[in-house]
RNA sequence: GACCUGGUAGCUCAGUUGGCUAGAGCAUCUGACUUUUAAUCCGAGGGUCGUGGGUUCGAGCCCCACCCGGGUCACCA
């Protein structure tokens, strides 16, 4: 996008950035200077005692304040760490006859945003705060837009926030120049992330790179983005998920394997769903789902104790706690304790009524694994605040689940709930070829009945499945929604980097 | 997709029952100031009121359509 009109204020910003140039100063110059000093490792280690350690300084970042006092300055100046305060004076920086340097370059073409690089000497200042006494400047590199100024006072209330959510999303870059709490979010998603993978990495499962563009869109239920591959001359899908590919990797001989990737999905977009999201798939041979929900207490509460401190989180109000053991409860008992109706030895139209009297319009094309699913969404989900694993879901719901070693009509299925929300999904997977073709046939026939949300047959899957698949167990975890838990967001945006948005006007 | 709500200066916002040249703070520009910190003080400039139509003597305000956000619901097993 460019502007064909300019600023008041850009008009400026462009008019001091060729008088710079013109005084002999390149404000855009190549070679390198590395600080030596983070403005908050200054700040927090500095004493008058110490002075001598802090004598040569080397600081880099924005001018985020500017304090003209006549002679002397005060900027404030902002580097990934944080921000400290700089005294410039103009003996020191100009000492010869030209004061050029001062009068010119400090005081009038230094604009708020610009990057710059300072060497001197750290003290206190009369009102005891830690500032970097500069002895040389230098351009590093100059801002043509204004920044919006966030101001803040001595008790910490914040003036002229930038706060459009709009502006921030579109213009992340902004947003974290001026809104520096929101990086603390994005610094602690990262965490999470190494934490898992240093978690899998101790216990011998190897990350794993899978296709996205997929000839099939397996391995889950939802609309795909499509695409088109020229040289090929095929059609190609976003994947929706990796699961079927996964377990090629079990079948080919590793006992364990996971990635952390993006799935895309061609969906509503709302305050947790965004098209594009990263998902966490594990899946480890000679494994059952109860020890995958043992796995996940103990992966959890290590994720939050490295993103918190502890395993206790504060999540709007609520404080969840992620050390294990987690309540384990099957589907249909959740249904009985917190919505009051056993549907225990219930057949599909018994659902249906039940269904009605709840207030939920059943679907013609909802069958009894849908029924409830639907009951258990409405009467018990947004009950199960603490963590709770939701086990022995019917086997319509999930069709690459193995069958309940000891429940009728029911799989070896978990899903983790959490303040009312699904963050994870789990199996003990399904690895018999002709069982899983004849769930494959029995989606196709959903598919048939109108679900257009029915999952697709991959031969090339069951093919592998035919070759041999150990016993595996698989889980499935939503990395942005564990994010906003562990960093108490309600939108998901807010963990996102760059959230999708509609197209800019012009 | 439905409903609710919003879009006014670079940023955050005010703008009365439709009525003078559309306001404020910060930011910007002039000037003063060598320990200030939401710096202060003097003076000044800056607007397609989201876009396009309509009603009216007159529209930021009322009506219609559209664009872009936010919220709720539906959808997302």
Not at 99 to 113: M, S
Not at 181 to 194: P, T
Not at 461 to 479: D, K, V
Request: net charge negative; aromatic share 10%; glycine share 8%.
């Amino acid at each position: 996008m460019s502007d064909t009109t300019l600023t008041e204020q850009e008009i400026v910003r462009r008019d001091n950035l060729q008088k710079i140039e013109e005084a002999g100063i390149n404000p855009f110059p190549p070679e390198a200077f590395p600080p030596t000093h983070f403005a908050s490792e200054i700040k927090a280690d500095f004493t008058e005692e110490k002075a001598e350690a802090f004598k040569e300084v080397r600081l880099t970042g924005r001018v985020m304040n500017k304090r003209v006092m006549g002679k002397a300055s005060f900027l404030e100046l902002q580097d990934s760490s944080g921000r400290i305060q700089l005294y410039v004076s103009r003996d020191d920086i100009a000492p010869g006859e030209d004061k050029t340097l001062y009068n010119t370059v400090v005081k009038k073409l230094l604009d708020i945003g610009d990057f710059v690089g300072v060497e001197g000497f750290v003290f206190t200042t009369r009102v005891g705060e830690t500032t970097v006494h500069v002895k040389n400047f230098k351009f590093l590199g100059k801002s043509l837009r204004p920044l919006p100024i966030v101001k803040r006072d001595e008790d910490g209330n914040v003036y002229d926030a930038f706060t459009d959510p709009e502006l921030r999303y579109r213009m992340r870059y902004v947003d974290l120049t001026v809104n520096p709490q929101f990086r603390e979010i994005f610094v602690k998603r990262n965490k999470l992330v190494r934490t898992i993978q240093s978690f899998l990495d101790e216990r011998g499962i190897m990350e794993v790179e899978t296709p996205i563009l997929q000839p099939i869109h397996g391995g889950a239920a939802a609309r795909p983005f499509a695409t088109h591959h020229n040289t090929l001359d095929m059609p190609l899908f976003m994947r929706i998920a990796n699961e079927l590919y996964l377990k090629r990797l079990i079948v080919a001989g590793f006992d364990g394997v996971y990635e952390i990737g993006k799935m895309f999905r061609n969906e509503g977009m709302d305050r947790t769903h965004n098209p594009e999201f990263t998902m966490m798939e594990i899946y480890v041979a000679y494994q059952d789902y109860n020890w995958m929900m043992d796995m996940t207490e103990t992966l959890l509460s290590e994720v939050a104790t490295a993103v918190t401190g502890n395993t206790t989180v504060n999540y709007q109000g609520t404080e969840i706690d992620f050390a294990g053991p987690y309540a384990r409860l099957p589907i249909l008992d959740a249904i009985k304790i917190h919505g009051g109706v056993d549907v225990s030895e219930m057949d599909e139209e018994g659902l249906r009524v039940v269904c009605k009297e709840k207030g939920i319009h059943p679907d013609k094309t909802w069958g009894y694994g849908k029924l409830i699913d639907e009951l258990f969404g409405e009467l018990a989900e947004a009950k199960l605040i603490q963590p709770t694993f939701v086990t022995d879901y019917p086997v319509e719901m999930s069709p690459l689940t193995k069958k309940h070693r000891t429940k009728e009509g029911l799989v070896e299925r978990f899903e983790l709930f959490i303040k009312g929300k699904e963050v994870a999904n789990a199996y003990t997977e399904l690895n018999d070829p002709i069982v899983q073709r004849e769930r494959f046939e029995d989606q196709l026939k959903l598919a048939a009945r109108g679900d257009d949300e029915a999952m697709v047959l991959d031969e090339d899957f069951l093919r592998a499945l035919e070759y041999g698949m150990p016993p595996t167990t698989g889980i499935g975890i939503g990395i942005d929604r564990l994010t906003m838990l562990m960093t108490d967001q309600v939108s998901i945006q807010e963990v996102l980097f760059f959230p999708q948005m509609r197209k800019e006007g012009e």
